[in-house]
T-cell receptor, first 116, second 113 residues
Framework: EPEVTQTPSHQVTQMGQEVILRCVPI?????FYWYRQILGQKVEFLVSFYNNEISEKSEIFDDQFSVERPDGSNFTLKIRSTKLEDSAMYFC??????????????FGAGSRLTVL | DQQVKQNSPSLSVQEGRISILNCDYT??????FLWYKKYPAEGPTFLIS?????DKNEDGRFTVFLNKSAKHLSLHIVPSQPGDSAVYFC????????????FGQGTELSVKP
């Protein structure tokens, strides 16, 4: 079964450092997403991406965050200068978006980011 | 702004019995609802969905019920199995919001043998 793969599974970084989280979406999917889950809290939308540009972003997705599809397979989330509160599990997801009214996202296993 | 709420953080059920997980929403523009299941150290996995034009959708042991007037949906699992033990997330989307999913806080289901 096709799956979304994410790397690294766990990254530990110092506050202020840049972090890049990588994702390989399902090959025939055209819509890509990043979500995050702070420990014990709900899964929160960060950003959606289609046709090489951001479709929508949440208030969380400030200037410290950026996304990119550098080639035909990878989708990356960059945090320029990490803060302690960026510590969370980051989930990448992709979808075919058959219809905005019936959009099923397939999620990766997540990348755990720990900021010290 | 909690548009999707799961008020029970945990639920414990005996194997073979019915598990009922509940979810409430506030945004009347939501027109598609999904349940995801999540095991530790894994991403959420799609389980079942329902469109707002329906009030019930069934898939094997899993049934989702939607009550639009009450802005409430529930997931029934029957019979419950120990392998169903996981965190269950309710999610919703609106056609005019680009298909992004808004998640509830999750309910941790424990099915005891």
């Amino acid at each position: 079964e096709p799956e979304v793969t994410q790397t690294p599974s766990h990254q530990v970084t110092q506050m202020g450092q840049e972090v890049i989280l990588r994702c390989v979406p399902i090959s025939n999917h055209l819509y890509f997403y990043w979500y995050r889950q702070i420990l014990g809290q709900k899964v929160e939308f960060l950003v959606s991406f289609y046709n090489n540009e951001i479709s929508e972003k949440s208030e969380i997705f400030d200037d410290q965050f950026s996304v990119e599809r550098p080639d035909g397979s990878n989708f990356t989330l960059k945090i320029r200068s990490t803060k302690l509160e960026d510590s969370a599990m980051y989930f990448c997801a992709s979808s075919e978006m058959i219809s905005p009214g019936a959009n099923v996202l397939t999620f990766g296993a997540g990348s755990r980011l720990t900021v010290l | 702004d909690q548009q999707v709420k799961q008020n029970s953080p945990s639920l414990s059920v005996q194997e073979g019995r019915i598990s009922i997980l509940n979810c409430d929403y506030t945004n009347s523009m939501f027109d598609y609802f999904l349940w995801y299941k999540k095991y530790p150290a894994e991403g959420p996995t799609f389980l079942i969905s329902i469109s707002s034009i329906k009030d019930k959708n069934e898939d094997g042991r899993f049934t989702v019920f939607l009550n639009k007037s009450a802005k409430h949906l529930s997931l029934h699992i029957v019979p419950s199995q120990p392998g169903d033990s996981a965190v269950y997330f309710c999610a919703a989307s609106a056609r005019n919001q680009g298909g992004k999913l808004i998640f509830g806080q999750g309910t941790e289901l424990s099915v005891k043998p």
